[in-house]
């Protein structure tokens, strides 16, 4: 089992440039999320998917669009990069179970847009 | 006023000392609470779930006081692999489940 898995690692992008995050989970886990962390600031939500086919917005959506066509894989894009956007992107999984509501990370990827 | 609030340190701790984190939050309408740690450049794993009655892990030890909406986590006998930054998370029912993460207290064990 690998769990939760990001694409790619490190990324340096320059102003305008886009692109795309894929995160990947063989838990058969339902939820899935895209957060990012900045110094001194708790995780804060960008999009979310509640099942296949749906996502949904969380706390900072703007700049970023995100799709889930299988089940597995939840991808978060950047249309076009900001320096704003320069973070460490965090995806999570969790079942759906309401008593266990542990959510599984990836590594990360960290993103420095130029 | 931020949601979830923790000091954000550094709690500096000889090994094999007792040191106690508080976790604040906002909305009294929280129902589910964690602690989260967090290495260096890694991801958050899961510590342990926050119970009502208080609850109890190895050397640590959790509570929970809805009055005055906070958290509390206990390390007993520190180890110097305790050493990371330990997050505090709340969550509400029907939110599908989305977290509130605090920016979390950062803990040094020194030998």
């Known amino acids: 089992n690998a769990g939760v898995t990001q694409t790619p690692k490190f990324r340096v992008l320059k102003t305008g440039q886009s692109m795309t995050l894929l995160c990947a989970q063989d838990m058969n886990h339902e939820y899935m999320y895209w957060y990012r962390q900045d110094p001194g600031m708790g995780l804060r939500l960008i999009h979310y998917s509640v099942g296949e086919g749906t996502t949904a917005k969380g706390e900072v959506p703007d700049g970023y669009n995100v799709s889930r066509l299988k089940k597995q894989n939840f991808l978060l894009g950047l249309e076009s990069a900001a320096p704003s956007q320069t973070s460490v992107y965090f995806c999570?999984?969790?079942?759906?179970?309401?008593?266990?509501?542990?959510?599984?990370f990836g590594p990360g990827t960290r993103l420095t847009v130029l | 006023r931020k949601e979830v609030e923790q000091d954000p340190g550094p709690f500096n701790v000889p090994e094999g000392a007792t040191v106690a984190f508080n976790c604040t939050y906002s909305n009294s309408a929280s129902q589910s609470f964690f602690w989260y740690r967090q290495d260096c450049r890694k991801e958050p794993k899961l510590l342990m779930s926050v119970y009502s009655s208080g609850n109890e892990d190895g050397r640590f030890t959790a509570q929970l006081n809805r009055a005055s909406q906070y958290i509390s986590l206990l390390i007993r006998d520190s180890k110097l692999s305790d050493s990371a930054t330990y997050l505090c998370v709340v969550g509400m029912e029907g939110s599908n489940y989305q977290l509130i993460w605090g920016a979390g207290t950062k803990l040094i064990i020194k030998p």
């Open positions: 999570a999984s969790r079942d759906r179970d309401r008593v266990r509501n542990e959510q599984f």
